[in-house]
């Protein structure tokens, strides 16, 4: 049997397959939630760690949490590049976010490395199931896929 290689998508960025974006999105301490506020799109940078499949973060509450409350459908996205080589990747993890509201759940996020960086309390637990996952490497100049 032969190790399949990467494949490229038609602009010759390479197309990740679901387990390294799994990987890749455990590598970051900072990533975007993107969700609706008042019908149009928003972004929160968060803070978050990976726990059983799902997307962990604390929040303060409004908007993000009232998504969270209503079980929105948000993305969550992560990604690292270089300026000087013209790499990176990005990844983006698709899925409903509830609010932690089961105490045992609770008490075990409790104990997951997610330390707040901004200042103020952030009391509320909000998961995001991974539903869907995709991302996307770019390589550096030289190294790209061509036609």
Same mark, same amino acid.
């Given at each position: 049997?032969?190790?399949?290689?990467?494949?490229?998508?038609?602009?010759?960025?390479?197309?990740?397959?679901?387990?390294?974006?799994?990987?890749?999105?455990?590598?970051?301490?900072?990533?975007?939630?993107?969700?609706?506020?008042?019908?149009?799109?928003?972004?929160?940078?968060?803070?978050?760690?990976?726990?059983?499949?799902?997307?962990?973060?604390?929040?303060?509450?409004?908007?993000?949490?009232?998504?969270?409350?209503?079980?929105?459908?948000?993305?969550?996205?992560?990604?690292?590049?270089?300026?000087?080589?013209? *790499?990176?990747?990005?990844?983006?993890?698709?899925?409903?976010?509830?609010?932690?509201?089961?105490?045992?759940?609770?008490?075990?996020?409790?104990?997951?490395?997610?330390?707040?960086?901004?200042?103020?309390?952030?009391?509320?637990?909000?998961?995001?199931?991974?539903?869907?996952? *995709?991302?996307?490497?770019?390589?550096?100049?030289?190294?790209?896929?061509?036609?």
């Amino acid at each position: 049997m032969t190790a399949k290689g990467p494949t490229f998508d038609a602009e010759g960025v390479e197309v990740l397959p679901e387990g390294e974006c799994l990987r890749l999105l455990t590598t970051q301490p900072v990533g975007r939630l993107v969700f609706h506020e008042e019908g149009l799109p928003a972004v929160r940078l968060v803070n978050f760690v990976v726990a059983d499949g799902t997307v962990v973060f604390r929040t303060a509450g409004g908007q993000t949490y009232d998504a969270a409350r209503r079980g929105d459908v948000v993305a969550f996205e992560v990604d690292e590049y270089d300026i000087d080589t013209h *790499s990176g990747w990005t990844v983006t993890a698709v899925g409903h976010a509830w609010t932690v509201t089961d105490e045992a759940e609770a008490e075990r996020i409790a104990g997951l490395p997610v330390r707040p960086w901004a200042a103020g309390e952030r009391p509320h637990w909000v998961r995001v199931d991974i539903e869907a996952i *995709s991302g996307r490497r770019l390589l550096p100049w030289g190294r790209q896929q061509r036609d």
